[in-house]
């Protein structure tokens, strides 16, 4: 992967726009024969019985894959990927960051389930005892997201008067989930509306651990697969550790030396 | 309401995209005015607890306000206006049509359902008996219609080799629903895609009997209410009457001389 240092940069304005937004999209970071490969090696990955990947309450299919970085060479390269880490660098500054977690969230076609409005860090603060919202959730976009396959909604400026708050959903979803209520997200809404990213397989996202979110299902007969990497600065890791590793990865190892020899 | 009936008419072109694509939207159809008398009404109707207000199975919100026209005198006007019966008439051609079906339906905000991929003839002939799939349904959208608050998604040509595949789907909706299953929906979409009219409160949309369509849950904090008037031809009128007289209606008399006196 060979783009360097320089493109993968944010422009001032644009970091602007992420501490304004809590978003930022990035379109064409991943070249299509890049994304082929991701989704060639996911394949694989996905027919794997294992814990690391997570199947929806209902069909049974797998609803998210995890702990890929582990799983595979291809993945376990990405993550050092200075296209990722570049613009997380910028907004978090030059600490060593941790991968968090490393997965892909698959909204298989007619299928794929909704989430509820939520943001990050409720979960990694109750779950994982993280002490502050600064993890940044790096995204790309695997499959062309449109209106129809169940994009992430964001509700902009969300983040902005500390995290929002919560409760523990335990019925909708296919795993427990802390969402956040209509009665905070309607006032949330009406001062900075929704938005909701599409764009091409290889766009690329970035957002915050607090920026309010959710997404309806997929309808459609599109597959809709997202790769996530969370990455966390070292100093602000998670203070217990009572969940799987692949929910929250305990090697601090910073990130951007690549992967061991 | 004294739009003639010239101005009702649609164009040949129009009548052939019809016809091609088993929809069509008309924009600003009904006046601003118009459409919030329109909502006044129905707020005061959906306070009332009769049969004809379908609830949400989980929350208990209404869902659907049928048998309006013969509710309140507003839409017991509006059943006889050209602007809906002019359309409808140039598809079915100059015979008498009777209001099948008179409803609002009321995708709350946050809890509005999803609706599985069905199409209405489905219901009409398994429940009712209607022989053929001649039935048109004209929306009014009461609320400006946007990509978040559960729009209809339509297969657009999905009524060109007659009525698809359905099965009885008794566990997902509210009520029991006639739906499409993805075998068959897929091939559907891959020839004609899929389509999501949205627009400002006052526009129109007609859409045929044997047309596929599903909506999304609303997850959003704005509502969406779209009135909806079902005209089928006398001669094509159901055979059975199982069913609630608000969900088939059993008054022939035919539209278009306006409301007795």
Redesign the interface.
């Known amino acids: 992967m060979s783009t360097s240092t320089v493109d993968a940069a944010l422009t001032d304005e644009q970091l602007d726009a992420f501490e304004r937004d809590g978003l930022i999209v990035l379109p064409g970071r991943f070249r299509p024969d890049e994304v082929r490969e991701m989704n060639a090696a996911l394949d694989g990955l996905m027919r794997e019985d294992v814990p690391e990947n997570i199947r929806e309450r209902g069909s049974g299919v797998v609803r998210t894959a995890m702990g890929l970085h582990l799983r595979h060479e291809l993945f376990g390269r990405l993550v050092h990927d200075p296209r990722l880490l570049v613009p997380a660098r910028q907004v978090l500054g030059d600490v060593p960051l941790y991968a968090q977690q490393v997965k892909v969230n698959v909204k298989e ?2 299928t794929g389930e ?1 989430w ?2 939520h943001y990050d860090f409720a979960t990694h603060h109750h779950e994982d005892g993280v002490p502050e919202p600064l993890a940044l959730n790096l995204h790309i976009f695997l499959d062309e997201v449109t ?2 396959n169940g994009p992430l ?1 964001f509700v902009p400026g969300s983040h902005r008067d500390g995290p929002a708050a919560t409760s523990l959903d335990t019925t909708t979803t296919s795993y427990p989930l802390w969402t956040v209520g ?1 009665e905070v ?2 006032p949330l ?2 001062r900075g509306g ?1 938005v ?1 990213p599409k764009g091409p397989a290889g766009t690329m996202l970035m957002f915050g651990d607090a920026l309010v979110h ?1 997404s ?2 997929n ?3 599109w597959p809709r697969r997202i790769f996530s990497l969370i990455v966390n600065p070292v100093e602000n890791r998670q203070r217990t550790d009572g969940r799987a590793d692949h929910l929250h990865h305990r090697d601090l190892t910073p990130l951007g030396a690549g992967p061991p020899r």
Do not use: D, L, N, T
């Open positions: 076609a007619f909704q509820q409005w209106e129809f909604m209509p997200v309607g809404v009406e929704i909701c959710a309806p299902p309808m459609s007969p």
